[in-house]
C-alpha cells in the first residue's frame, strides 16, 4: 500500500522569502515521487520528479526538492517566491511500474506582496 | 506541437442528458488516464487505459465510461447526467510503464455542471 500526505493544506509566505511546501509519503517498496503545479482553470503541470537517481532533484521555475528515505518525506523548497509562484501544488507517489498513482490532497501557497 | 487536449472546457447541462468529454493527446503515449477533483480536493483516478482496446477502472467508483479506440482518443462517457458528477474532469497520459520518462501529462481540465 502507499500513500502521500501535505502537512499544510494553505501555506501563505511574503514575496521574495522562502517557500517550504512539506510532503510525506508511505510505499512498501522504492517509490518514485513527484510534484505538481495546479494555476487556476489550468491543467496540472509537472515541476519536478524523483526515479532513484540524486536525492536532491531541481525543477522549473528555481523549485527543487530532496528525497530523504529515513523520514520518508519529499519536501518541495525555493529560495525566493514570486508573485507568479501562487498556485495549489501536489505531492505525488507512485510504484515504478506506474500501476498505482497516489495524489496528495494539495497546499495552496499564497504569496503576499 | 506534442500536447493533450480537453473539450469542452466548460459544460452545463441539464439532468438526464448523455455527454461526452473529450481526450486527445499527440504525444504518442500509450497509457491514458481520467481523475475527477472536486473544489479543494485531491484528484481521483476514475479510469484509466494502457493502450488500444484496454480501459480499467480506477480507485473511485464511477458511473462513467470510456473507450480507447485509438491510441491518440480516450473520450470519457455519462450516459445519464445527474448533480452529482458536477465536477472537474482532468484528462492524462504517459509513456509505457518500462520507459523511465513516465510522468503524467495532464489536460486544461473540463469543469462540468450538472443542473
Known amino acids: 500500500a502507499q500513500s502521500v500526505t501535505q502537512l499544510d493544506s494553505h501555506v501563505s509566505v511574503s514575496e521574495g522569502t522562502p517557500v517550504l511546501l512539506r510532503c510525506n509519503y508511505s510505499s512498501s517498496y522504492s517509490p518514485s515521487l513527484f510534484w505538481y503545479v495546479q494555476h487556476p482553470n489550468k491543467g496540472l503541470q509537472l515541476l519536478l520528479k524523483y526515479t532513484s537517481a540524486a536525492t536532491l532533484v531541481k525543477g522549473i521555475n528555481g523549485f527543487e526538492a530532496e528525497f530523504k528515505k529515513s523520514e520518508t518525506s519529499f519536501h518541495l523548497t525555493k529560495p525566493s517566491a514570486h508573485m507568479s509562484d501562487a498556485a495549489e501544488y501536489f505531492c505525488v507517489v507512485s510504484d515504478r511500474g506506474y500501476q498505482k498513482v497516489t495524489f496528495g490532497t494539495g497546499t495552496k501557497l499564497q504569496v503576499i506582496p | 506541437e506534442a500536447d493533450i487536449y480537453q473539450t469542452p472546457r466548460y459544460l452545463v447541462i441539464g439532468t438526464g442528458k448523455k455527454i461526452t468529454l473529450e481526450c486527445s493527446q499527440t504525444m504518442g503515449h500509450d497509457k491514458m488516464y481520467w481523475y475527477q477533483q472536486d473544489p479543494g480536493m485531491e484528484l481521483h483516478l476514475i479510469h484509466y487505459s494502457y493502450g488500444v482496446n484496454s480501459t480499467e477502472k480506477g480507485d473511485l467508483s464511477s458511473e462513467s465510461t470510456v473507450s480507447r479506440i485509438r491510441t491518440e482518443h480516450f473520450p470519457l462517457t455519462l450516459e445519464s447526467a445527474r448533480p452529482s458528477h458536477t465536477s472537474q474532469y482532468l484528462c492524462?497520459?504517459?509513456?509505457?510503464?518500462?520507459?523511465?520518462?513516465?510522468?503524467?501529462?495532464f489536460g486544461p481540465g473540463t469543469r462540468l455542471t450538472v443542473t
Open positions: 492524462a497520459s504517459s509513456e509505457l510503464a518500462t520507459s523511465h520518462r513516465y510522468e503524467q501529462y
